[in-house]
């Protein structure tokens, strides 16, 4: 069995969800995993907003927006009334619900339960659909099975078991609707997993029910050869290794959410990126096989805090590199990219919740030095080392960019270049003219 899933702007409007229908329903047995209607998320976290704000009658005007849109939506999906009927039932139910939290105490927990709520919609009214135009559906509801632990990291026995019941209890079915992104957490509240966490969803799933192919249906034709959103010109790229599509996908190509290879690559199950608005082009396809010697793709990742740390014992002192990391790990903070030489480590975080102590911590260890605002571009490709010259490539291209650090040997498929935000654009614009023209 096959698992398709369809994002934001893929079911953002009555005619798109038709298309998806149109599309899957080729009488092939397959689970569909949707996102919320693009622009919901973002609603619903404004929404959340006001209410953490106490600001209930901001709360309440921006429902009523988002209600009213979702009413549009009605007019144009379904042709009998009683569809209708059931549809306008299903919205002003949790419509309703959304507005009883003006009457709550706000806390987190009161906010992925908002949160949560794009996804229910998205996938109740698309089922409705499909059972209007006499399609064999059945919903299967993400909070039955799919569950994060104590680490927030998938329970993937947990899922695979639960999956398993619920597909049990409604055999026969053509067509699974399922909703991405929302979960339980260990203690059984709803929870995510986390913004664009849809595509961890579907690789989850395909996991967990070994399926035999993923396929993650967007707005484009498959991962470009750079950021299409900063660079002109760029290039669906045919084939990627998952390998290579991890590293991209992890350093800001968006089309990816960061994790959602892993379960993939585990399980060796293909992954394709394809387009809902052009269905016949042929996409990415991500496995096990790889391009060799090329350089594949560029992506960038923002947000990114540089922490240099100078000790004048680093050499001698074995356990230096130690006590730096350990002072990560006892703040829960990861480690992206990190640079050596023999009198200090450089290293990057994207998360900067507990940058204050763990600075204070590292002033222990040497002289700290913390600069923000940065960003890594990472170069992806067939990049061992015998392959003489990729680097020296990339490096090339950049030749005007001023390089805050430089990391390679990680692994045999990226290169990657720390530099300042405001010279991201014309970094990637250097790289596609450098290694793609
Ligand atoms: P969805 O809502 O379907 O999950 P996303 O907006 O999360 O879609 O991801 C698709 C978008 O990712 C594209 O519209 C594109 O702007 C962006 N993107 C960023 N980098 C790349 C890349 N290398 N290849 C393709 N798309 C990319
Ligand atoms: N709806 C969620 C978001 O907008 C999850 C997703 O689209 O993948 O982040
Ligand atoms: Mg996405």
């Known amino acids: 069995m096959k698992v398709l899933k369809f994002g934001g702007t893929s079911v953002g409007s009555a005619v ?27 609603s619903l976290v404004e929404i959340s907003d006001y209410f953490y704000k106490s600001n209930t009658s901001g709360a309440l005007e921006r429902i009523n927006v988002l209600e009213q849109k979702y009413n549009e939506v009605i007019e144009d999906l379904y042709s009998k009334i009683e569809y209708k009927t059931e549809a306008i039932k299903i919205i002003k139910t949790n419509f309703e619900y959304l507005r009883s939290f003006s009457k709550a105490v706000f806390t987190l927990f009161e906010e992925k339960a908002i949160l949560a709520q794009g996804e229910l919609l998205s996938t109740a009214m698309f089922e409705l659909y499909l059972k209007e135009i006499g399609e064999n559906c059945a919903l299967l509801p993400a909070l039955d099975y799919m569950r994060i632990d104590k680490n927030a990291e998938p329970d993937t026995a947990f899922i695979a078991e639960n999956l398993d019941k619920v597909l049990n209890s409604i055999p026969d079915k053509m067509i699974y609707i399922t909703q991405g992104y929302i979960c339980r957490n260990f203690y059984g509240e709803i929870d995510n997993l986390q913004r664009g966490g849809s595509d961890y969803s579907a690789s989850l799933i395909g996991a967990a029910i070994k399926a035999s192919e993923i396929q993650i249906w967007t707005d484009i034709d498959g991962m470009h050869n750079n950021d299409p959103r900063f660079v002109e010109g760029t290039k669906p790229v045919p084939y990627l290794h998952f390998e290579e599509a991890a590293e991209l996908a992890y350093f800001g190509a968006k089309i990816l959410h960061p994790t959602c290879i892993l379960p993939a690559k585990l399980n060796n199950i293909p992954v394709r990126l394809l387009n809902t608005m ?13 391009k060799k010697g090329t350089i594949q793709a560029v992506a960038a990742k923002d947000g990114i805090t540089a922490i240099k740390i100078k000790s004048g014992r680093m050499l001698l002192a074995h356990g230096f590199l130690r006590k730096v990391f350990e002072i990560f ?34 002033k222990k260890l040497g002289t700290v030095t913390v600069e923000s605002d940065m960003v890594i571009v990472c170069v992806v490709g067939d990049l061992p080392t015998e392959n003489v010259g990729f680097q020296a490539k990339a490096v090339h291209a ?15 498929y990226n290169v990657s270049f720390l530099i300042n935000a405001e010279d991201k654009k014309k970094a990637l614009n250097a790289l596609s003219q450098g290694l793609f023209s």
Do not use: W
Request: net charge negative; hydrophobic share 35%; charged share 20%.
């Open 16 to 42: 798109r969800m038709k298309d998806v229908a149109k599309l899957i329903c080729d009488g092939n047995q397959k689970i569909v995993v949707l996102s919320a209607m693009s622009g919901t998320t973002n």
């Open 278 to 290: 052009e269905p016949d082009a042929p996409g990415t396809l991500i496995s096990m096989q790889s």
């Open 329 to 362: 790990e006892s703040h829960h903070t990861s480690i992206d990219m990190i640079t050596t030489s023999e009198v200090g480590v450089s290293v990057t975080i994207d998360n900067t919740k507990r940058l204050d102590e763990i600075v204070n911590s590292l």
């Open 398 to 412: 950049l030749k005007e960019i001023p390089l805050r650090m430089i990391s390679y040997g990680g692994s045999n």
